[in-house]
């Protein structure tokens, strides 16, 4: 009979440290970083839509140039344009995109290093309307 208190004791004792684990590692408030970065080499910054840019990006070496986007702009938190670029000096943007339960954490951002307000111009798309597209551009207004 003392062994099986004993027993029932080492069992109540393990599901108590597996709900406290679980319970500390699902209540964690810094968010899981899903992706963060920066982008340097920027030549020229688009708005494709309110809040939300594409870049143009240079490759030093080859003198190449493609276009970088990140997804899910519309949920990052803090979105910044800081002008604070020299001139001579290339663009660049500095990201952290965290999760929470599911949730986009307070400490995701975009951080977009330029030159002026001068240096942010109008992206256009296509946008399906109906069975047609149709030509959209966002107008920066100064």
């Known amino acids: ?24 590692v699902g209540c964690r408030s810094e968010g899981d ?25 240079k490759n030093l070496e080859t003198g190449e140039m493609s276009l970088k986007i990140l997804h899910n702009q519309h949920r990052l ?17 500095e990201y952290r995109e965290a999760y929470t339960d599911q949730v986009l954490s307070p400490k995701s951002f975009l951080h977009i290093h330029v030159y002026s307000e001068d240096s942010i111009e109008g992206g256009g798309w296509k946008e399906r309307v109906g069975k047609h597209y149709e030509d959209r551009t966002t107008a920066v207004v100064r």
Request: charged share 25%; net charge positive; aromatic share 10%.
């Open 33 to 57: 970083i899903i992706r963060h970065g920066k982008i340097e080499n920027i030549v020229r910054v688009f708005m494709t839509a309110p809040n939300e840019y594409a870049f143009l990006v």
């Open 77 to 93: 938190g803090e979105k910044k344009i800081i002008a604070d670029v020299p001139a001579g000096n290339l663009m660049w943007i």
């Open 1 to 24: 009979m003392i062994s099986a208190d004993k027993g029932g004791r080492e069992m109540r004792r393990t599901v108590a440290v597996l709900f406290f684990l679980i319970f500390t």
